[in-house]
Structure formats: C-alpha cells, structure tokens
C-alpha cells in the first residue's frame, strides 16, 4: 500500500494522517489500514508513548520488582533461609533491573516498526502541524493531504506553579533513578502518586506522601481508599493528609550534578524540616495540543488544552477527529485503543455508528496492595440512587498475610441498586485484585444481579471467593 503522489515532490496523499505513535495513534493507524485505507503516522520520539516509555510498562515492571521484594520478606517470616539484606527489601541490582525493564520495552518499539511495515503505514519521524482540515505540514517541510486526521499526541506531567518546583522531578523522571534514594518525598494524591510511593517503599526507601486533601485517590470510593491508606502506613509509606505543599527549598549547595538534598514547605512546616534526597511531583498531566494548529482552523480546546471531542471522537472541525489523553477523557490506556479502533471502524469500516461506550469501564491503580475499581462507587451511587443504594463489604486478611500475621488487610466492595440489587460497583482492594476484577467487570457490565453471584459456586481457598460470598 503506497501513498499516492502529487506532481508537486513535496506533497503526499493519503487517506488518514495520524499525529502521535502512542497507544492511541498506532490503535488508530493500524485499524485504519486493516480497512484498506493508505495511512501516514508522524512520531519523533519512541513508539508506544507514555504507556509503553513512562507509563503503565515499565510501571508494572517496577511494581512486580517491588512485589517480589515484598515477597522476599514473608518468604523469610514463613521459615525460607534468605538473607538479612533481601528480606528487608534492600538486596536488589537496581541497574539490572532497569537493564531488563528497557530490554523488555526495546522489543515493543521493534515489534511495532515490524508490525508498521507490514501494514504498510508510512512512519515519518517528525512532527506536524496543521495547516487546514486536510493538510499537514510536517517539520520537514512535507505536505500530507488527506480526507482525515487523527491527533493523538497524548500527554505530559505538569510541574505547579510555584518556588522551587525546579528543584523536584515529574513523575516521568522516575524511570531515570538508577537507585533507590534513600528519603523521597513525593507530592500528590492521585493513582501516579500512591504507584510510585508504594513501589520506592518497597524497593528500599523511605517514602513520604505529601497530599492536598484529606486522602487518597479523591475520585474512588472513600471506603477504599482509606483502607488502602492504612495498608500503606503498615508497609512504612509515611502519609501527610490535608497537607498542601508551599514551596521547596535546597538544603545546603547543590552536588556535582546540579541536584542536591531537597526540603518540601508547607503550612505550619517546622523551622527546619528534613531533607530528602529526591522529591517527585505527581501533581497531574496536560494535554499535549499546543503547537499543532489546532486553534487556527476553530478545533475547540478545553481550559486544561483538552480537545472537546463528541461522543463519536470528531471535533467541531469536519475530518478532524482526537481520541486518547489529548483529549482529557478517561486517561488508560485500553480506553485509548478501544476508541481509536472504534473510530476507525465508523470512518473506513462501514460501522457507521460505531463509538466507545465510556461507562463502566474497569481499571487498577498498582498500589500494595493493588486496587482494582469498576462502576460506580457508594458516593456516587447514593448521589444517583439515594436510599435504593445497598453495600455489602468484605475485610479479610488474604492467606499469606494471616499465615505470615501480616497486618495487611483487604476489602472488598460491592455497590447494589434497587429491588433487585443489581451491581452498580465493584471495588476490590487486596492480594491479586488487579487479576480478578476483569471477569467480574464483564459481569457488571452485562447487569449481574447480587442474587446471581450468591449462586455462584466459590473457589476456595481464594480471595476472589469473597466477592460471592458477601452477605
């Protein structure tokens, strides 16, 4: 499949131009093609975006290296001869680790450019810019005319306003640590925060959480949350709640690097607070629309610099078309995909009505222990349903943690509505919660009824056992 040329050398037709090769883009663009149609994709940086670079892969390898560190330790309270340094979580080869974790995410970028030139997509490594509804022009002064374009150039960690911030890392610089810093100070409260505190907590630092409201995750259910704030205290993260940070400050002249120990200020702070050795901010993401012409040709843009797209991802501007965190909707990943695909479906596949159906969609924050959410949580069922609103809660202890006499707790949670108590939410906080909850999320998005999962037969020894027998 090649793209069709104009006389003039530096235009090129095609059907689709894509601006971005994360998840989004390359969903977009291989979809796209599968129906047939001559697609171009422009991505001057790595395949796979923040997903697979700063994001959810190398994320999880972080998090399975600091759940076997977790592992490490019980494995010596239940009687395994392991040494004094593994079981405390410290006997850990970070820069073999970090080798491993980006050999893994080298052959996802390799696999793509096969995957690309299979399907026949023309990959420019440049940026673009539009220039009307049906021309881009690339930074390499090639025009690409085509009947649609997609923007899908994702997002980036945004660092506050305020003194100091240059002296912190964004969530992204993470994935640079060769070691664990001894005291880290991370600030926010969302999933980004909790994951990272959790892994650096058990990879050998102390961690301190410096949150702007009363707890953690402020969109989940509360219930839950706190759960896993205690869950968290008891593996050593120290949380500061309702605690706004100010400013920061460098704790004496800065090391041969440029960096330096790191104080972080805030309301009624001691005179002389401790330093930390590196501080991170997880304070959110933005859009990443600037720059592109987006603004020129009335594509509307949010307060935030989200694109305001319609349920079928088009925008205001015909031919114009944005799916992924570009455009401020349910940040993940799989929701990325799912509505590129969707689209692509509408534009080159004949299903014209195809759309992603937002609602109910699962997802996992990978904290210790993990926390897996689906549907509604009890805040927003009684806001929605008031007293036809009936919760049914689990706390348990999971195996390994009583045989060990771990503290460590789970909750599990199910959300109910009306007469026939149909699950309106699940919510499971513990020991493989990030396995279990996609079967039951199919269950709930297909109307499971409370009484349908008591006449389920439960596999024991399990915790996913205690999501049937709820009473």
Same mark, same amino acid.
């Given at each position: 499949?090649?793209?069709?040329?104009? /006389? $003039?050398?530096?235009?090129?037709?095609?059907?689709?131009?894509?601006? +971005?090769?994360?998840?989004?883009?390359?969903?977009?663009? !291989?979809?796209?093609?599968?129906?047939?149609?001559?697609?171009?994709?422009?991505?001057?940086?790595?395949?796979?975006?923040?997903?697979? #670079?700063?994001?959810?892969?190398?994320?999880?390898?972080?998090?399975?290296?600091?759940?076997?560190?977790?592992?490490?330790?019980?494995?010596?309270?239940?009687?395994?001869?392991?040494? &004094?340094?593994?079981?405390?979580?410290?006997?850990?080869?970070?820069?073999?680790?970090?080798?491993?974790?980006?050999?893994?995410?080298?052959?996802?970028?390799?696999?793509?450019?096969?995957?690309?030139?299979?399907?026949?997509?023309?990959?420019?490594?440049?940026?673009?810019?539009?220039? $009307?509804?049906?021309?881009?022009?690339? @930074?390499?002064?090639?025009?690409?005319?085509?009947?649609?374009?997609?923007?899908?150039?994702?997002?980036?960690?945004?660092?506050?306003?305020?003194?100091?911030?240059?002296?912190?890392?964004?969530? @992204?610089?993470?994935?640079?640590?060769?070691?664990?810093?001894?005291?880290?100070?991370?600030?926010?409260?969302?999933?980004?925060?909790?994951?990272?505190?959790? =892994?650096?907590?058990?990879?050998?630092?102390?961690?301190?959480?410096?949150?702007?409201?009363?707890?953690?995750?402020?969109?989940?259910?509360?219930?839950? &949350?706190?759960? *896993?704030?205690?869950?968290?205290?008891?593996?050593?993260?120290?949380?500061?709640?309702?605690?706004?940070?100010?400013?920061?400050?460098? &704790?004496? /002249?800065?090391?041969?690097?440029?960096?330096?120990?790191?104080?972080?200020?805030?309301? +009624?702070?001691? /005179?002389?607070?401790?330093?930390?050795?590196? =501080?991170?901010?997880?304070?959110?993401?933005?859009? #990443?629309?600037?720059?592109?012409?987006?603004?020129?040709?009335?594509?509307?843009?949010?307060?935030?610099?989200?694109?305001?797209?319609?349920?079928?991802?088009?925008?205001?501007?015909?031919?114009?078309?944005?799916?992924?965190?570009?455009?401020?909707?349910?940040?993940?990943? /799989?929701? &990325?995909?799912?509505?590129?695909?969707?689209?692509?479906?509408?534009?080159?596949?004949?299903?014209?009505?195809?759309? *992603?159906?937002?609602? #109910?969609?699962?997802?996992?924050? !990978?904290?210790?222990?993990?926390?897996?959410?689906?549907?509604?949580?009890?805040?927003?069922?009684?806001?929605?349903? $008031?007293?036809?609103?009936?919760?049914?809660?689990?706390?348990?202890?999971?195996?390994?943690?009583?045989?060990? @006499?771990?503290?460590?707790?789970?909750?599990?949670?199910?959300?109910?509505?009306?007469?026939?108590?149909?699950v309106v939410g699940i919510h499971l906080l513990g020991e493989s919660a990030d396995e279990i909850l996609q079967g039951f999320a199919v269950a709930l998005k297909l109307g499971v009824t409370k009484a349908q999962l008591d006449d389920t037969v439960a596999i024991h020894p399990t915790s996913a056992e205690e999501v049937v027998l709820m009473r």
């Amino acid at each position: 499949m090649k793209p069709s040329r104009d /006389p $003039d050398p530096s235009r090129m037709d095609f059907d689709l131009v894509v601006l +971005g090769g994360g998840s989004a883009g390359l969903a977009g663009a !291989f979809r796209a093609a599968a129906h047939g149609a001559r697609v171009a994709l422009l991505e001057p940086a790595e395949f796979g975006g923040t997903c697979v #670079n700063h994001g959810c892969v190398p994320k999880k390898a972080m998090w399975l290296a600091a759940d076997l560190a977790s592992k490490i330790a019980l494995a010596a309270d239940l009687g395994f001869a392991v040494p &004094a340094q593994a079981a405390d979580g410290t006997f850990l080869d970070w820069k073999e680790l970090v080798a491993q974790r980006q050999r893994y995410i080298a052959s996802i970028h390799a696999i793509y450019q096969r995957m690309l030139d299979e399907a026949g997509i023309v990959w420019m490594p440049c940026r673009g810019r539009l220039r $009307d509804a049906r021309t881009v022009e690339t @930074d390499t002064g090639v025009h690409l005319h085509a009947g649609h374009v997609l923007v899908a150039t994702g997002g980036s960690p945004v660092r506050p306003d305020m003194p100091g911030a240059e002296l912190a890392g964004v969530s @992204d610089d993470f994935f640079k640590l060769c070691s664990a810093p001894a005291r880290v100070a991370i600030i926010g409260g969302g999933y980004v925060a909790v994951e990272l505190a959790g =892994v650096l907590q058990a990879l050998g630092s102390r961690v301190e959480l410096f949150v702007r409201g009363p707890r953690l995750l402020a969109h989940m259910d509360a219930e839950v &949350a706190t759960q *896993l704030q205690d869950d968290m205290a008891q593996h050593g993260v120290r949380l500061h709640l309702d605690t706004p940070v100010q400013a920061l400050e460098r &704790a004496g /002249p800065p090391d041969e690097g440029g960096g330096g120990r790191v104080r972080v200020l805030h309301k +009624g702070e001691a /005179p002389a607070p401790e330093a930390f050795d590196c =501080v991170l901010l997880a304070t959110g993401r933005r859009p #990443n629309s600037a720059g592109i012409g987006l603004e020129a040709l009335g594509v509307q843009l949010g307060d935030d610099g989200a694109i305001v797209v319609d349920e079928f991802e088009d925008t205001a501007v015909p031919g114009i078309h944005a799916v992924g965190d570009v455009t401020g909707k349910l940040e993940l990943t /799989p929701v &990325a995909i799912a509505a590129a695909r969707r689209l692509m479906d509408r534009l080159f596949g004949g299903r014209t009505g195809a759309k *992603l159906d937002y609602a #109910n969609v699962p997802t996992v924050v !990978f904290s210790h222990p993990p926390l897996g959410t689906v549907g509604l949580t009890e805040e927003q069922a009684r806001e929605r349903h $008031d007293e036809a609103v009936k919760v049914y809660t689990s706390r348990f202890r999971p195996m390994l943690a009583a045989l060990v @006499d771990s503290p460590q707790r789970s909750l599990f949670k199910l959300v109910c509505v009306g007469e026939e108590e149909r699950v309106v939410g699940i919510h499971l906080l513990g020991e493989s919660a990030d396995e279990i909850l996609q079967g039951f999320a199919v269950a709930l998005k297909l109307g499971v009824t409370k009484a349908q999962l008591d006449d389920t037969v439960a596999i024991h020894p399990t915790s996913a056992e205690e999501v049937v027998l709820m009473r």
